[in-house]
């Protein structure tokens, strides 16, 4: 059964630090990995998307990791801001449709 | 194009009433999955259906619980007799195909049970 974790649970940082969200799954058969955003009472937000084929994906200051074989996927947010102020998920997709979600990272950003 | 939807948003039930919860796909997308996400807990997978079938209900309650997604009109999530540990919120994602190589999975707001 795949477990995902999601260390830490919550992160406080001053405007303008980096992010470093870390993420670890038990089963390397995956065919994908996910970071999601949600904010309070909202849906979920797609960020990136790494194929199990890609070590890394980047999209403007964000930039996720992937390690299959360890287990493994970081989030970076370079020169973080209050609007990156989030839940973020990781999600990794096994091999059919049920997706497995951590139980996120809550981020705060301090102006 | 617009997203997927979900309604209502928020919903307060009473112990042993029924909630119904709807989910829209984005248009032109077929597969529908239904995610439960309990208080400070990741979303877990409950159902998969294609249109007029249920395809996956393995991590859907055997008791109470029931999920359809007809020829016509929305896919519905039928909670009966809630109780207060149903309180959770419940995501509806759509995709075209259920190719998870290729398609992701689109979410919704999300529904937001309360039952008092």
């Not at chain 1, 992010?19 to 937000?45: E, H, M």
């Not at chain 1, 930039?63 to 609007?83: C, E, F, H, M, V």
Request: glycine share 8%; net charge positive.
């Amino acid at each position: 059964k795949q477990e995902v974790t999601q260390i830490p649970a919550a992160l406080s940082v001053p405007e303008g630090e980096n992010l470093v969200l870390n993420c670890s799954f038990t089963d390397s058969a995956i065919y994908n990995l996910q970071w999601f955003r949600q904010d309070p009472g909202k849906g979920l937000t797609s960020l990136l998307l790494i194929q199990s084929s890609q070590r890394e994906q980047t999209s403007g200051r964000l930039n996720a990791s992937l390690d299959k074989s360890s287990g493994r996927s970081t989030l970076y947010i370079a020169a973080s801001q209050p609007g990156d102020s989030a839940t973020y998920l990781c999600a990794v997709t096994p091999n059919d449709y049920k997706l497995s979600f951590g139980a996120g990272t809550t981020v705060t950003v301090r102006a | 194009n617009a997203g997927v939807m979900q309604n209502p948003r928020h919903l307060v039930r009473r112990r042993g009433q029924e909630a119904r919860l709807r989910c829209s796909p984005m248009k032109g997308h077929s597969h529908v999955y239904w995610y439960r996400q309990l208080p400070e807990e990741g979303l877990k997978f409950m159902v998969y259906l294609q249109k007029e079938n249920i395809i996956d209900e393995s991590g859907m309650p055997k008791e109470r619980f029931s999920a359809e997604f007809p020829k016509e009109g929305p896919s519905i999530l039928r909670i009966q007799q809630v109780v207060r540990g149903d309180s959770a919120a419940y995501f509806c994602a759509s995709s075209p195909s259920d190719r998870v190589s290729i398609d992701t999975q689109y979410f919704g707001p999300g529904t937001r049970l309360t039952v008092l």
